[in-house]
């Protein structure tokens, strides 16, 4: 019998979003989460990902909205217009990620809780071990999963996939099935249909096993965590790894510390970084070339400078892009435009309005050539070009920066960098308040 109750507290007013596919896992979770809803004043966001790769996505996302009338929930969705080259899998859980990061954000949520069920952390596990990975990664994923103002939490982690479908059936849950878990070419795929059905065959209760042999690593992981910490102390100056002191660390530290450094560029479950890209690194770090670097997955590169080694992430070629503002915009880059209540914050992050002196609704877009801004402060206009100088905006930065604009294109804020003439200062009249973060 499964009662979600049991696995996890929940706690009166709790706002939480849910990454909800419509198949037999995600529409469990969710019906399991009406069912309390009301005991705990629970505020449920649905936020559903259209991966736009099968025809029946545009009727499970029509499917999912009206269900979501039906039972008062709030309903947020979004479209894959578009891959690259990476991993399929991959590249759409890093977008998934984004959006329900930015739900996170946007209703200010306690929760991000997805469905994943004993059968994808055998699988996880499995995936990794045959890949290669650190004992944390070993560990597969966790059922609670502290990030920066909130929590990923799996409660449904200790039941299998056949007790959700058991589920499902007797509480009358419709549900889709997605046509592509069947298809072979998908790495998780193979573990689903041939490597589960043998360790279960095996001992039909594994997933517990399998649970225990994660918090057996993850506790393990925990105790190592503060031998890398302290040589994280020694050898870490910024975001730079000083490596005349990193090579005098152990071996064994060496490698949990650029697992460590790398964690900050991958999500808590993603299977990208195994043991080859760590040697990379490595190789890279001992070599006799003063400079160098080595490509990772996900356009991370690992920069080395004489006695210093930098990760970051490559800039993405964005060559353009313009959103019309309501309250809320997730920029490309991540970054976040947000109309909020008010601050007393002064900085070039916030920008508040008359709108009685501009023209709604206001466009977020990249440059173009030409433009040009009435600054705050100064007699006239200037170059959006001259401002980027002025500010030593990097030139892989200033074509994708933000440009705030009203519907007759006059530039009313350039985010992070300039206040405009219409900038209201906090004894003005204003009724829009705008922060960049």
């Known amino acids: 019998m499964i009662n979600i109750e049991e696995n996890f507290e929940f706690k009166p007013n709790d706002t939480i979003v849910i990454g909800c596919s419509s198949g037999p896992d995600s529409m469990a979770l969710v019906d399991m989460l009406l069912k309390i809803r009301e005991k705990y004043n629970l505020s449920l966001i649905i936020a559903h990902v259209n991966h736009n790769v099968r025809k029946e996505s545009y009727e499970e996302a029509k499917f999912m909205e009206q269900y979501c009338k039906n039972n008062e929930l709030v309903f947020e969705t979004m479209v894959i217009e578009e891959y690259g080259d990476d991993n399929f899998h991959n590249e759409a859980r890093n977008i998934r990620y984004n959006f329900f990061e930015s739900l996170i954000r946007k209703y200010a949520a306690d929760y991000l809780m997805t469905a994943h069920h004993g059968d994808d952390l055998i699988e996880t596990v499995m995936m990794r071990l045959v890949r290669g990975s650190n004992l944390s990664g070993y560990s597969g994923f966790k059922k609670v ?121 991958y999500q808590d479950d993603l299977i990208l970084v195994n043991d080859k890209h760590i040697d990379l690194v490595l190789n890279l770090i001992y070599s006799n070339k003063a400079n160098g670097f080595v490509n990772l997955p996900n356009e991370v590169v690992a920069n080395k400078s004489y006695n210093m080694l930098e990760l970051n992430r490559e800039t993405l070629e964005i060559t353009s892009y313009e959103i019309e503002f309501d309250d809320y915009v997730l920029l490309p880059d991540n970054h976040v435009i947000e109309k909020i209540l008010d601050t007393s914050d002064n900085s070039n992050d916030i920008c508040r309005l008359n709108s009685e002196e501009i023209t709604l609704p206001l466009i977020v877009r990249t440059r173009k050539i030409g433009d040009r801004m009435m600054v705050k402060g100064l007699d006239g206009s200037k170059k959006v070009k001259d401002i980027f100088i002025d500010k030593k905006i990097k030139m892989d930065k200033r074509d994708a920066w933000p440009i705030v604009v009203d519907s007759r294109g006059k530039i009313v804020w350039i985010p992070g960098i300039k206040k405009s003439a219409y900038d209201k200062r906090k004894v003005d009249s204003y009724d829009i308040v705008l922060k960049y973060s």
């Open 145 to 265: 999963v502290p990030m920066e103002g909130y929590k990923i939490v799996r409660p449904l982690i200790h039941y299998t996939k056949e007790e959700l479908e058991d589920y499902d059936k007797l509480n009358d849950v419709k549900y889709f099935i997605d046509s592509s878990n069947d298809k072979d070419k998908y790495t998780r795929n193979r573990y689903r249909k041939y490597v589960i059905p043998f360790l279960k065959d095996e001992d039909c209760n594994v997933h517990h096993k399998f649970l225990k042999f994660s918090e057996e690593l993850s506790n393990a992981s925990k105790f190592i965590d503060k031998e890398r910490d302290k040589a994280l102390d020694r050898c870490l100056m910024g975001n730079s790894l000083n490596l005349d002191k990193f090579i005098q660390e152990d071996k064994f530290i060496q490698k949990e510390i650029l697992y460590y450094l790398l964690s900050e560029f």
